[in-house]
């Protein structure tokens, strides 16, 4: 049996489809992942691989904020950070897209892996996301990173 957090993560995760009983049957009976809309409860900013697990390192080492969800999707080599949803919001950069209102995004159930989609970050529960702020600035450093670091691999 699935512990506490891991209940919560589902309960949490599954209010955001517009059927939660059905969510929650078709990760546990169906391919094990469902469509959910975007910009309701959340907003995913889905990043690059390498771009994505250097900021998620970066926000790992913020004493004061743990990170939010995060999913990865092995297949697109891509990570998705779940953000407070913000209509007004402009990510701008190469290769980041971002899902808001009139999106929609395939999603895992919390406690396992579907496919190509594995959480790196569960949901816990509490509706705990990624600040927008925070995240911004882990992308930054983190691309400030790879351009110092791609010359090198360029030798």
């Known amino acids: ?9 589902v309960e949490w995760l599954a ?12 990760w546990d009976q169906g391919p094990g992942t469902v469509l959910m809309e975007a910009g309701r409860f959340w907003d995913v900013l889905s990043v690059p691989e390498h771009l994505g697990l250097l900021a998620l390192d970066i926000l790992w ?7 939010g969800p995060t999913l990865m999707d092995t297949a697109a080599r891509r990570v998705g950070f ?31 892996a579907a496919r190509f989609l594995e959480w ?5 529960g509490t509706g705990a996301l990624h600040p927008a702020p ?8 983190a691309n ?6 791609a010359p090198l691999h360029e030798r």
């Open 1 to 9: 049996m699935p512990n506490a957090m891991w209940m919560r993560g």
């Open 15 to 26: 209010a955001a489809a517009s059927n939660p009983r059905t969510c929650k049957r078709e």
């Open 61 to 67: 080492h913020d004493p004061l904020h743990a990170p």
């Open 82 to 112: 779940f953000l407070p949803p913000d209509p007004g919001s402009h990510w701008i950069g190469s290769g980041l897209r971002c899902a808001g209102k009139g999106s929609w995004v395939a999603v895992p159930p919390p406690y396992r």
């Open 120 to 124: 790196i970050i569960p949901p816990d």
């Open 134 to 141: 925070t995240l911004e600035l882990a992308l930054q450093q």
């Open 144 to 149: 400030g990173t790879l351009a110092v670091l």
